[in-house]
């Protein structure tokens, strides 16, 4: 799939560069699709097609035959590729307009809005070949365990919208991609979409890569640059690990969001922006509050709606299905799977690197033509074995308290770790009465 996407990152600013978005299936044999007239004179028309391509128009010989005049009798085909389902014009009179904006050829996002002449069509797309209830994921995301069908329904919620996102999880979790899922997905798929780096740009640089410069501003400003929150305008700006955001920076960020409008540097005239934000942190942005590295204001101003994505180890059902994907598109064997004792063996893994890493891995085990010892794939994981006999003097009684009280500070201490000290989502992600934790926290000392 190909979105417009500008990258801000180390060494400056890349200038409309389009790159290919990874989509979940590499072998996409037929599109499979459900299609609705909503307006025009064939509204209420209904559909469904699992072929590898679909023709529109007012001739017979079309497999979507219309009776809009303004359509033209071959108007466009809908087609699958490796990336995905498009829709090309074939030299209609009327256009074919996708999302507001004609287009020649253009990759159709889930829920595509399409106008023929007079009609309009509203397209449900498959984007993996699967049928229209696939259940491996949503978009360009893979999962089926209950922890990400969650998460897949926030996203739609949040797809329609035009509402600020904070996106949290670990590192190698893939908030990227739930990032570009929701501008795809989003009446804003036709605009930019903007990756501003905070942890990824020179310090000194940051200021002009945000807001942009005039020529001749600071020493070295040869040419006029625009910055990353204007060069989204009409789409959206996604700030990846905003946490790193230094704090000098922050106040001017908050302006900005506030007030929807930017100062290049050099320049005393403000320009109005359009833009949604989207920003996503590995750390926990309240804890960052409360420890004075990041502004309360700026904090409430992009927690307007927050998405957790799950560490590898708590969605342990989707680690065959992404193990496989990352098999076919590493190999490019669309037939391969992985063997079921190696699934098993990374089911056992506590993934520290969460998906990142399971692609490493499973690149390494392509690389190294699939080795049979199992122990080189993943790094020597045993734990340290705990002291569990108890003391000779101990009654049964005394032994077992023993033992309940060693785990139950280890499970409390994880489960604090994973929820990087927020004690709400932790009782919440184990059923547990909040103040019931708070209280087992302070008895064993972690609060």
Known sequence: MQLP???????????NMTVEVPRSATNLASCHAQLAVVAGPDVGYEQQWSIPEVRIGTASDCDVVLTDPTVSATHC??????????IHDLGSTNGTHVGGYRVTSAYLKPGSLIRLGNTEIYLSVSSRGG?????????????????????????????????????????????????????????????????FDCAGVTPSLLNAE??????????????????????????????????????????ALLRALERREITRIGCHRARKI???????????????????????????????????VP???????????LAGHFLRQISGDHSAAMPANIIDLFRGYHWPGNVRELRSVIERWVVFGRPKRLNTLLPDQAPQQRETSAPECASFRQAKAQAVETWEQDYLTSLLRR?????SRAARSVRMNRNHLAALLKRHGLT
Request: hydrophobic fraction near 40%; aromatic fraction near 6%; avoid cysteine.
């Open 210 to 251: 945000l807001f942009g410069y005039v020529r001749g501003a600071f020493t070295g400003a040869d040419v006029q640059r625009t910055g990353a929150l204007e060069s989204g305008h009409g789409g959206t700006v996604f700030f990846d690990e905003i946490g790193e955001l230094p704090a000098e920076l922050q106040p």
């Open 419 to 423: 929820h990087h000290g927020n004690i």
């Open 77 to 86: 085909v809908i087609r699958s590729d490796p990336y995905g389902a498009s």
């Open 311 to 321: 560490p590898l180890r708590e969605r342990i059902e989707d680690i065959e299905l």
């Open 5 to 15: 996407r500008l990258l801000f990152s180390r060494g400056g600013v890349k200038r």
């Open 131 to 195: 049928n229209l209830d696939d259940d491996d994921g949503f978009g360009l995301v893979l999962g089926r365990s209950p922890a990400m069908k969650h998460l897949f329904e926030q996203v739609r919620r949040l797809a329609s919208s035009t509402t600020t996102v904070l996106i949290e999880g670990e590192t190698g979790t893939g908030k990227d991609l739930i990032a570009e899922t929701i501008h795809a997905a989003s009446s804003r798929s036709a605009g930019p979409l903007v990756v």
């Open 274 to 308: 359009d833009v949604r934000i989207i920003a996503a942190t590995n750390r926990s942005l309240h804890s960052e509050v409360e420890s004075g590295r990041f502004r309360a204001d700026l904090f409430y101003r992009l927690n307007v709606m927050t998405l957790e």
